[in-house]
T-cell receptor, first 115, second 114 residues
Framework: GAVVSQHPSWVICKSGTSVKIECRSL??????MFWYRQFPKQSLMLMAT?????????EQGVEKDKFLINHASLTLSTLTVTSAHPEDSSFYIC???????????FGDGTRLSIL | AQTVTQSQPEMSVQEAETVTLSCTYD???????LFWYKQPPSRQMILVIR??????QNATENRFSVNFQKAAKSFSLKISDSQLGDTAMYFC???????????FGTGTRLKVLA
């Protein structure tokens, strides 16, 4: 149980384009979903937290107009990297949690490469 | 503010041997949760084990067990009978009860040698 699916797993695109990453909870309803960024050989950095039907809460230093998050249903959250540039290249990971105090379950991650 | 420290950037262990990964944390909270996650080369984060701070008994999951020392703010992970599939990055994480945010350590890269 508690499977989180993230798509796509790898994307390469040109600078200036927008990229959408999907995160789905497959067998549970996720009241809260999280988006992380991970640089090579480093820990996960929380970017934002989203609750179904409400606006995402962004961490300090994360541009909300750059990283658009939508959590339209209890099983789907999307992260759109707008006008992506090479410095946005990274590994993006989503996670989902069913209720308070339960562990987060992570997706497989998306490797984003901006040329 | 809470912090999580993993002082061992890299470790290696022979197959079938036992290894302990250390994690210390700093908090003024009394009710919280601690987790160990594993991130293998496939990159998906997998929950290994979880400990509630109010429980004195150390959590155990098959070959994985923790040594939770609340007073010392220490939360080490012991892997017994290490297997090649245990090769991964291991992250210690902390979460205050009733909140949503994880505080991750910087990770320990474990390599199990054949």
């Amino acid at each position: 149980g508690a499977v989180v699916s993230q798509h796509p797993s790898w994307v390469i695109c040109k600078s200036g384009t927008s990229v959408k990453i999907e995160c789905r909870s497959l067998d549970f309803q996720a009241t809260t979903m999280f988006w992380y960024r991970q640089f090579p050989k480093q820990s996960l950095m929380l970017m934002a937290t989203s609750n179904e039907g409400s606006k995402a809460t962004y961490e300090q230093g994360v541009e909300k107009d750059k990283f658009l998050i939508n959590h339209a249903s209890l099983t789907l959250s999307t992260l759109t990297v707008t006008s992506a540039h090479p410095e946005d290249s990274s590994f993006y990971i989503c996670s989902a949690r069913e209720v308070f105090n339960q562990p987060q379950h992570f997706g497989d991650g998306t490797r984003l490469s901006i040329l | 503010a809470q912090t999580v420290t993993q002082s061992q950037p890299e470790m290696s262990v022979q197959e079938a041997e036992t290894v302990t990964l250390s994690c210390t944390y700093d908090t003024s909270e009394n009710n919280y949760y601690l987790f160990w996650y594993k991130q293998p080369p496939s990159r998906q984060m997998i929950l290994v084990i979880r400990q509630e701070a109010y429980k004195q008994q150390n959590a155990t999951e098959n070959r994985f067990s923790v040594n939770f020392q609340k007073a010392a703010k220490s939360f080490s992970l012991k892997i017994s009978d290490s297997q090649l599939g245990d090769t991964a990055m291991y992250f210690c994480a902390f979460m205050v009860s009733g909140t949503y945010k994880y505080i991750f350590g910087t990770g320990t890269r474990l390599k199990v040698l054949a």
